[in-house]
């Protein structure tokens, strides 16, 4: 009698577990879900560029010497006038010395005809004479010893020289004492060669200046092609530089990106080791057509600021485009990857898990523009551990509908 009354309690409890357990079977637990609505999209392309000089300059020597001296590094800024580089001007130099010399003179004849008398004309004279004859001895010495290979070629030119001052000084002493006797010459005639030695002074220093090559303007150094000891060859580019505000940015983007890259666009700037500091500016040149070869665009950043970047300096580049358009926007969350393939897990209709392909373009502040693969309605799952024919759950925001 009492196993029968204990049958009904224990055929309850059976029941209460099968239904237990076909609920733990029939079960599926929801799953964060996205509705998909097109959105307004701005899209946003990062890009590495080169800051670039206002303006080059290419400096080269106009004779050919060997270089003595470098005294700038690139990337040094300089000012106006600075001497960058200097080579072997020996000969030069002593040219220049000996133009001096020769205008010294010449401005010393000329007082002295203005103040000496006739006998001390004609002492100074024969003082001339006598060392000229001393000059043309030492060079006849010095040619010997330079050919016995006894003196170098710098010592020869410095006993050549000596004869010129003298055979000039003898040259003048002949004028002075000549503008004491009758019907000689006077005092214009040496004022007129003074004049003549002031003009080849001035050659002479023109010509020393072009052992050194120095900054046409303030600006900075970007590339020096020449070493101390090389020969420098005239017109061939030794040192480059820049001058002006570096205001603007080099970019060359794949030609992939032409569609959306137009004059006009905003540009965010920076280092990237330095992030922190951005400059604000606009895509002012695009070019025309692509570079067939590389498969990249030319465009050109103008900045409104760019006080602390220096020409050559590699920054990012982040261009926004002028239109608001209407795309389907995800983010970076949503996405998945089957076999390397980017695409999304969506909910069918029949509640099953299926996955999608999709084409990815560019990024906007909300997130990635997804151009293919993607139709308004389809629901997004919150990427998991599916399997395809999965069943699965949908859960969307309140605002949106569940499945």
């Given at each position: 009698?009492?196993?029968?009354k204990k049958?009904?309690?224990?055929?309850?409890?059976?029941?209460?577990?099968?239904?237990?357990?076909?609920?733990?079977?029939?079960?599926?637990?929801p799953?964060?879900?996205?509705?998909?609505e097109?959105?307004?999209?701005?899209?946003?392309?990062q890009?590495?560029?080169?800051?670039?000089?206002g303006?080059?300059?290419?400096?080269s020597?106009?004779?050919s010497?060997?270089?003595?001296?470098?005294?700038?590094?690139?990337?040094a800024?300089?000012?106006?006038?600075?001497?960058?580089?200097?080579?072997?001007?020996?000969?030069?130099?002593?040219?220049?010395e000996?133009?001096?010399?020769l205008?010294?003179?010449?401005?010393?004849?000329y007082?002295?005809?203005?103040s000496?008398?006739?006998?001390?004309?004609?002492?100074?004279?024969?003082e001339?004479q006598?060392?000229?004859?001393?000059?043309?001895?030492a060079?006849?010495?010095?040619?010997?010893?330079?050919a016995?290979?006894?003196?170098?070629?710098?010592?020869?030119?410095k006993?050549q020289?000596?004869?010129t001052?003298?055979?000039?000084?003898e040259?003048?002493?002949r004028i002075?004492?000549?503008s004491y006797?009758?019907g000689?010459?006077n005092?214009?005639?040496?004022?007129?060669v003074?004049?003549q030695?002031?003009?080849?002074?001035?050659?002479?220093?023109?010509?020393?200046?072009?052992?050194?090559?120095?900054?046409?303007?303030?600006?900075?150094v970007?590339?020096?092609?020449?070493?101390?000891g090389?020969?420098?060859?005239?017109g061939?580019?030794?040192?480059?530089?820049?001058?002006?505000?570096?205001?603007?940015?080099?970019?060359?983007?794949?030609?992939?990106?032409?569609s959306?890259?137009?004059?006009?666009?905003?540009?965010?700037?920076?280092i990237?080791?330095?992030?922190?500091?951005?400059?604000?500016?606009?895509?002012?040149?695009v070019?025309?057509?692509?570079d067939?070869?590389?498969?990249?665009l030319e465009?050109?950043?103008?900045?409104?600021?760019?006080?602390?970047?220096?020409?050559?300096?590699?920054?990012?580049?982040?261009?926004?485009?002028?239109?608001?358009?209407?795309?389907y926007?995800i983010?970076d969350?949503?996405?998945?990857?089957v076999?390397?393939?980017p695409?999304?897990?969506?909910a069918?209709?029949?509640?099953?898990a299926?996955?999608?392909?999709?084409?990815?373009?560019?990024?906007?502040?909300?997130?990635?523009?997804?151009r293919?693969g993607?139709h308004?309605?389809?629901?997004?799952?919150q990427?998991?551990?599916?399997?395809?024919?999965?069943?699965?759950?949908?859960e969307?925001?309140?605002?949106?509908q569940?499945?």
């Amino acid at each position: 009698m009492s196993q029968l009354k204990k049958r009904p309690v224990q055929l309850s409890l059976a029941a209460i577990f099968s239904l237990f357990l076909l609920y733990r079977l029939l079960y599926i637990a929801p799953i964060p879900a996205l509705l998909v609505e097109p959105s307004e999209f701005q899209p946003v392309l990062q890009l590495g560029g080169e800051v670039i000089p206002g303006q080059n300059h290419s400096l080269s020597s106009l004779v050919s010497a060997t270089v003595t001296d470098i005294l700038v590094s690139e990337a040094a800024s300089v000012k106006k006038g600075d001497v960058l580089l200097t080579m072997d001007d020996g000969t030069a130099r002593l040219q220049a010395e000996q133009a001096r010399q020769l205008l010294t003179q010449a401005q010393l004849q000329y007082e002295q005809a203005s103040s000496l008398d006739f006998q001390q004309a004609q002492n100074t004279f024969l003082e001339a004479q006598q060392r000229l004859q001393e000059a043309d001895l030492a060079l006849q010495r010095s040619l010997q010893l330079k050919a016995a290979g006894a003196i170098s070629q710098l010592e020869l030119e410095k006993a050549q020289n000596e004869l010129t001052l003298a055979r000039e000084a003898e040259n003048y002493a002949r004028i002075l004492l000549e503008s004491y006797s009758s019907g000689g010459s006077n005092l214009a005639l040496l004022a007129n060669v003074v004049e003549q030695k002031k003009i080849a002074v001035e050659q002479a220093e023109l010509e020393l200046a072009k052992y050194r090559i120095t900054a046409p303007e303030d600006g900075t150094v970007l590339d020096i092609s020449i070493s101390t000891g090389e020969q420098a060859i005239p017109g061939q580019e030794i040192i480059r530089m820049s001058s002006g505000p570096n205001t603007k940015v080099k970019l060359l983007p794949d030609q992939q990106y032409a569609s959306m890259i137009s004059t006009g666009m905003a540009a965010s700037v920076w280092i990237p080791a330095d992030a922190q500091k951005t400059y604000q500016g606009q895509v002012s040149k695009v070019a025309v057509l692509a570079d067939p070869g590389q498969g990249t665009l030319e465009l050109e950043v103008t900045l409104q600021d760019a006080s602390g970047l220096t020409a050559g300096t590699l920054v990012t580049v982040q261009l926004t485009s002028l239109h608001v358009s209407s795309a389907y926007i995800i983010s970076d969350e949503w996405l998945s990857s089957v076999d390397g393939q980017p695409g999304v897990w969506l909910a069918d209709k029949s509640g099953r898990a299926q996955f999608r392909s999709v084409t990815l373009g560019q990024r906007g502040a909300l997130g990635t523009e997804v151009r293919e693969g993607l139709h308004y309605g389809d629901i997004i799952l919150q990427p998991g551990n599916f399997k395809s024919g999965q069943r699965v759950k949908a859960e969307l925001s309140s605002t949106e509908q569940k499945t």
